[in-house]
C-alpha cells in the first residue's frame, strides 16, 4: 500500500513534532507536514484534513460566478475560514489573484499553532495553545493524550495511561503554553500553518493568514466567504450551525456569495452550494456535487430567525 494510501491510518502514531519544518523544508518534510495534518485530530473533535488540489471543482464554479458578478478591476475581499494549514487558501489565491488583481484574500482558522514543551528527561508533549496535551513523544513511542488509544493497541493504552498520569503529576500551571508565559518551560511554537501559505503571506500583501473562527461575525466585510469542511451536522448541532449560517449572512456584503460544503470521505467528492446573500437571507445560486448538507437550512434561514 503506498503512503498515501495508509496515511489515514497512521494519524497520531506521527510525532507532531515533525510538523516543525522551519522556513526552508525539503520537499520530504511538507510532505510529512501534510502527511500528519491529513489526520490530525484537536481536543475539539475537528479534524485538520486538508489537501493540495482538493477543491479544483468547486474553485472552477465559483470562478464561474465571480466572472459573471465582478469586473476584473473590482476590490473584491475573499475570506476563507476554517482552512486548516491554508495551502488549499493559497492554491484559490494563486487564481483568483491572475483574475482580480486587486483582491484581498484572508484565510483564517481558530488554530494556527502548536505547542511543544520538552521535558528535562527528553519526552516531549505537544499542546494546543490553551494547554490541552494532544500527544506525548517518549521513545520509542507516540501516543495520544487526549482522544485515547485504541483497544487494538493495548501497551499504547498503558503508555498514554502513564502519560497522563506522569502530566497529571507535573501540575503545569495554567496559561503554561501561552506565548507570553511566565511558566519558564522549555516550550517552542510549531506553526500550522503550510510553508507554501506562510511564504505566499510574507512575499504577497493581498494574502494574509489569521486566527479567526468561523462564527465570527465581521459586518459586511466580504464579497466571497469560503466554509468548506466546518460547518457539518458531524461537528455542530442545529443551534450552532443556524449560528454559523447567520454569522456568514452578516459577514457577507449584500450580493456577495458564500460557499458552503463538505468533501465525501469515501471517495473525497465535494459537495458543496453557493449562496447569494439577499436581504432577507440566502438564495441558491448552484451547486457542485449534490451541494452542501446545510443548503436546507441556510436556506430556511432569515436575519429574523
Ligand atoms: C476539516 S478541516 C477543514 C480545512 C479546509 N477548510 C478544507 O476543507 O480543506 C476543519 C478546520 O476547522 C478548524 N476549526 C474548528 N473549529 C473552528 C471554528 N470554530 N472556527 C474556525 N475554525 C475552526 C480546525 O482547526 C480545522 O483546521
Known sequence: ??????RRYMGHRVAYSLLDVGEQP??????????????????????????RNRFADVNAAVDGVLASRFEADTALSIQDRAVSHALTSAEWAGDLFRRFPQAHFE?????????????????????EPDGTILQAVREPFVVSVHHPEGRRFPLHRL????????????NLPSGWADKDSQANLNTKTISLVHPEA???????????????SV???????????????ILNWGYFSEEQLSSGVSAAWHS???????????????????????????????????RVGDGSELEALALAWSPGT
Open 1 to 6: 500500500m503506498a503512503l498515501d494510501e495508509r
Open 26 to 51: 525539503s520537499a520530504e518534510q511538507i510532505r510529512v507536514f501534510e502527511d500528519i495534518c491529513f489526520t490530525l485530530r484537536l481536543a475539539s473533535g475537528t479534524f485538520r484534513t486538508s489537501f
Open 107 to 127: 484565510a483564517s482558522d481558530l488554530l494556527l499553532h502548536l505547542v511543544q514543551l520538552t521535558e528535562p528527561d527528553g519526552g516531549i508533549y505537544i499542546a
Open 159 to 170: 503508555v498514554a495511561l502513564r502519560e497522563r498520569r506522569r502530566i497529571e503529576k507535573r
Open 198 to 212: 506562510r511564504a505566499l503571506a510574507a512575499s504577497d500583501s493581498r494574502f494574509v493568514v489569521r486566527k479567526r
Open 215 to 229: 462564527f465570527d461575525i465581521e459586518a459586511a466585510s466580504c464579497d466571497v466567504l469560503r466554509t468548506m469542511n
Open 252 to 286: 457577507v456584503r449584500p450580493g456577495g456569495v458564500w460557499v458552503v460544503g463538505r468533501t465525501m470521505e469515501d471517495d473525497f467528492r465535494n459537495n458543496a452550494s453557493l449562496l447569494r446573500r439577499n436581504e432577507d437571507g440566502w438564495e441558491l445560486l448552484t
